[in-house]
């Protein structure tokens, strides 16, 4: 079982990035996909995820009606679109599988596997 993350890289402010979130022996569409980020010297944040099953997606109120969830199962990828970045988006993203209940998709202990992480770094 393998999660890759890519697509991070360094933006400006107002900028925009896909991360990506490549599976590898297992089945996406069998889990939910959580996206969290962690910034220097600051706690692990959930950001986002895509829960199996009921198919619905949810957001950190931070990141809401800036950025998008989705998976192409086909692709066996989940991505992350965000859009107008700021600088407090500035962090080291991660992929993570589980199937968490709605009321514990927040939580990273629910999660059973996780990416390496890719960097994300909003500056002008």
């Known amino acids: 079982v393998q999660l890759q993350a890519s697509g991070g890289g360094f933006v400006q402010p107002g900028g925009a990035l896909r991360l990506s979130c490549a599976a590898t022996g297992f089945t996406l569409r069998d889990y939910t996909i959580s996206w969290f980020r962690q910034a220097p010297g600051k706690e692990r944040e959930w950001v986002s995820a895509s829960r199996h099953g009921v198919r619905t997606t949810h957001y950190a109120d931070s990141v809401k009606g800036r950025f998008t969830i989705s998976r192409d199962n086909a692709k066996n990828t989940a991505y992350l679109q965000m859009n107008g970045l700021q600088p407090e988006d500035t962090a080291i993203y991660y992929c993570?599988?589980?199937?968490?209940?709605?009321?514990?998709?927040?939580?990273?202990?629910?999660?059973?596997?996780w990416g390496q992480g890719t960097l994300v770094t909003v500056s002008s």
């Open positions: 993570a599988r589980g199937r968490p209940a709605l009321g514990s998709i927040r939580s990273g202990d629910m999660y059973y596997d």
